[in-house]
Structures are given as structure tokens and as C-alpha cells.
């Protein structure tokens, strides 16, 4: 019988101890019925309110084999993956999120402004408008609206496309520098809290 398995990067558990293969991992199997070899338990969390946990492909391994002894276990997905428990089920505050999001929105919104004001105010961004003026139609502009106001549309023209975002739409089916970013930090976080559990599991 040959069983195939693809590990997750992480799984969360609320209360619930047993982790089975079915939890931690997506399994294809023939010559064995799928569900007996899902529900192969496969680690139990120690009591306690919360902790993180490393277990490794090698640990899930030894568990099928431990039910299904003549079973060829190919390993598809992760190495590691990180349990992370917690006996608490934090309820969402739709009126402490909707605070948060207006903050990071003022905070985000006066940063950026300031932020491109000063980068402007550094490279003497006003005085090179004026020469432009100058120089399309050779005489002096203390204030060259026509190309300033055309900068300032094109200035928020090229964010909005950067960022492949305009509201709720995306421009493009890419993923934006900020799901990028995201998607970094949570992959550095799963590498950090991994290394934890190692350090706590050699302890």
C-alpha cells in the first residue's frame, strides 16, 4: 500500500487535545481505506493553557507506519509543522476592531502625507516645477498649477497601481506588496515559533 502525504506549515487547535493526520496534513492513499489512516492520532498537546508544539515529518511517519507496518510513506509537504494551542476562543469586538482600523487609517493617512511632503521638501521638488515652467513656457511661475496638479494626479495614479489596489478592487490577479510583506512576516513567525518549540522540545 502506498499513502501519500502533504504536511501544513501550521495548525491551531481551540480545547481540542488529539491531533489527528487528517489536521496537520492532506493524505492520498491506495490499497488502505483513506479515513482509517486520517484519523491516525498522531500527537497528544501535554495539559495547559497554551503552548506551541514542533512535530516532524518524520514523527508523522513513524505513527502511519505504526498502524499500517507494510505502508510506503512518500512525504509531499513540510518537514515541520508548528501545533499551536490554546484553550481560550477569543470573541471578535466589532467596536474595538472598528477603533483599531480608524487609527491605523489616521495614523497611515498623516504618516504618508507627511513622509511625501518632506521627501518633496528635500528634493526641492517645488523649485523643479517652477523650472519646468520655465522652461515649456519660458517665463516665471510662482505657482505652476499646470504642472503641478497633473504631478499630484499622476502621483496618486502610480500608488494606486503599485499597490494593485483601488477600494475593494484589484486591479490585477498579482498579489500586492503589502500581501507579499504579509506573507513574509508569516512565514519568519512560523520559522521563529518552530525553532521555539525545538529549543523547549531539547530542554
Known sequence: MDIFIEPIKKFSSNRRKLILLKDIADVFCTGVSAEKVKNIQIFKIPDGTYG????????????????????NVTNLGEQ?????????????????????????????FFGTSTAI??????????????????????????KPYVMEIPYS?????????????FGKKMLTTDPTPIEVQMTT?????????????SKKGEE
Open 185 to 197: 512576516y508569516e512565514e519568519e513567525v512560523i520559522k521563529n515559533q518552530l525553532s521555539i518549540a
Open 117 to 142: 511632503m518632506s521627501f518633496h521638501a528635500d528634493g526641492e521638488v517645488p523649485k523643479i516645477m517652477k523650472g519646468y515652467y520655465k522652461m515649456f513656457f519660458d517665463e516665471e511661475n510662482e
Open 153 to 165: 494626479i499622476g502621483l496618486a495614479v502610480g500608488i494606486v497601481i503599485f499597490f494593485n489596489h
Open 52 to 71: 506551541i508544539y514542533k512535530i516532524s515529518a518524520i514523527d508523522i511517519i513513524k505513527a502511519i507506519i505504526a498502524e499500517f507496518p507494510d505502508a
Open 80 to 108: 515541520e509543522v508548528l501545533i499551536q494551542f490554546d484553550t481560550e476562543v477569543k470573541k471578535e469586538n466589532r467596536l474595538l476592531t472598528t477603533i483599531k482600523v480608524a487609527a491605523i487609517v489616521v495614523v497611515l
